[in-house]
């Protein structure tokens, strides 16, 4: 750890039982809530309390929601919100939250028997001597057709994301922790130093998250696919999150956003820490790429300048070879044809998964 990095928030040992709150967030899911609440209910450990944001659903969300908060009034509460986005609901539940430990899930997935008992577990464990905040696991991806759509996110074995991660973080504007929300959870005393996220609706709670997480706490790492993650045409995954314009316009809005976001979270509760990044976000590659990407398919052509400080920078030598040879794609491919690369890249499909499992990455 280097000087300029913050001190992680100090934490105890978990209580001998500790409290235990699910989250929910649920927009318009009504017809895969029901499976979602009932496997939080099949726990091998009992949550204490399963708490469920309706983001002001048009479908019968709110029916399923309130029969289970009548059915099981002492451990299911349903909130009703007027919709504002995830990223505000995301707030609404985890205020309403009461545990020592929260653990993330969307609607439209399912948690394994045991994700709770091994979440605690983990919590436990001291990472790199340090009580953890935080702790993050794969999950297992399926389909109404295909049962087994592989896991996800790949992580390669000497690369395991976890431990205090400010660092690495600092260097790279982003977090090396990228599982979905549904593979999350937290010490009670690291959401309440996080605070509110940033509710714009194009805000993703997940990366604000463990990006907060991560400069503020140890994680823990499990590795094993607890949740099982639906795909389904109306998920925000489906497409893939650079498989078109729109999608890669929202990622540039999401690191312009997150940058004084984060700056704010360090002035309140890092004052004697330095700035969280090291370098501004203009001059990081992930970003750099974001820039090419837009300026190449919104019609421009593509930045060669823009695109050579993309794969000359230091991070992009450094990274997994599947991400270089992405990368080094656009030199040569024409935009149609790299459109449609990213879209099987980044989407989800039947052939994606028989390629990961041949790879040994399902």
């Known amino acids: 750890m280097t000087h300029n990095a913050p001190e992680p928030l100090p934490l105890g040992e978990l209580p001998p039982k500790p409290t235990v709150s699910v989250a929910i967030t649920s927009y318009n899911y009504g017809r895969y809530l029901a499976e979602c609440i009932e496997s939080c209910l099949a726990q091998t450990v009992a949550a204490d309390e399963i708490v469920v944001v309706d983001d002001g659903s048009t479908d019968n969300s709110w029916d399923v929601a309130s029969s289970y908060m009548r059915r099981y009034p002492r451990q299911v509460k349903a909130i009703l919100n007027e919709n504002q986005g995830m990223c505000s609901a995301a707030n609404a539940v985890i205020a309403a939250c009461s545990g020592d430990v929260v653990l993330m899930i969307d609607s439209d997935d399912i948690m394994a028997p045991e994700r709770i008992e091994k979440v605690l577990a983990a919590l436990r464990m001291r990472v790199d001597g340090r009580v953890p905040g935080w702790v993050h696991h794969p999950l297992k991806r399926f389909s109404a057709t295909q049962p087994d759509l592989g896991l996800i996110p790949y992580y390669a074995p000497d690369a395991l994301p976890h431990g205090y991660l400010a660092d690495r973080v600092r260097q790279i504007v982003q977090c090396p922790v990228v599982t979905p929300m549904s593979g999350l959870a937290f010490r009670r005393e690291l959401l309440r130093d996080i605070g509110p996220l940033d509710d714009d609706r194009g805000m993703q709670q997940d990366m604000q998250l463990s990006l907060a997480g991560a400069l503020f706490s140890p994680v823990a790492f499990i590795d094993e696919g607890l949740t099982r993650y639906r795909i389904h045409p109306e998920s925000s995954s489906a497409g893939g999150l650079m498989a078109s314009l729109p999608n890669v316009r929202i990622l540039r809005r999401r690191y312009e956003r997150l940058e004084p976001w984060i700056a704010g979270l360090f002035a309140k509760y890092r004052p004697q ?90």
């Open 273 to 362: 820490a330095a700035a969280p990044w090291e370098a501004p976000l203009k001059d990081q590659p992930s970003y750099q790429w974001l820039q090419f990407l837009d300026k190449w398919w919104s019609g421009s052509g593509k930045d060669m300048g823009l695109l050579s400080r993309v794969l000359r920078h230091p991070q992009t030598r450094a990274a997994p070879l599947q991400q270089r040879m992405y990368y080094y794609a656009a030199i040569c491919l024409p935009k149609s044809w790299y459109l449609s690369f990213s879209r099987m890249v980044y989407g989800s499909s039947p052939i994606k998964a028989f390629v990961r499992r041949r790879l040994g990455r399902a």
